[in-house]
């Protein structure tokens, strides 16, 4: 299956968002230093992510990233989907290209299975995913932590 830390990234940051979203909007650094993701690499995918209507940006003192639509309708493949990944568990990429230059003996049981991974994780919505009981402790965990951390000293 490939599904890189692109796809990863983007679900575990619009998670950290759903989390911390109610509060006002969020900025990426606080997403970066909670889910120790590079701040530049957020901010390729949040482009993405706004460009697809999953989030919008606010400028200025107190701004940041909210999510552009309701928790509750927007679900984990969408997001994979906005920052160009694909679910794709064939070793050709969908192209039928895979042996020689042709379709090979098992293309249609993992083009199968990709199309049943990609149905299971349209049906998980954001807001179910952050409901779930191991992903509050690990979010109050993570919470914890961020405020015992030291803001770098100034040079």
Sequence with gaps: MRLTTKGRYAVTAMMDLAIHGLRGPVALTDIALNQDISLSYLEQLFAKLRRNGLVSGTRGPGGGYALARPVETISIAEIISAV?????????????????????????LWSELSDQL??????????????????QATAARQDARSRHVQPPAAV
């Design 84 to 108: 160009d990944e694909k679910v794709d568990a064939t070793r050709c990429a969908g192209k039928e290209n895979c042996q020689e230059g042709e379709r090979c003996l098992t293309h249609e």
């Design 118 to 135: 990609y149905v299971f994780l349209d049906g998980i919505k954001l807001g179910e995913l952050v409901r779930w009981p191991c992903v």
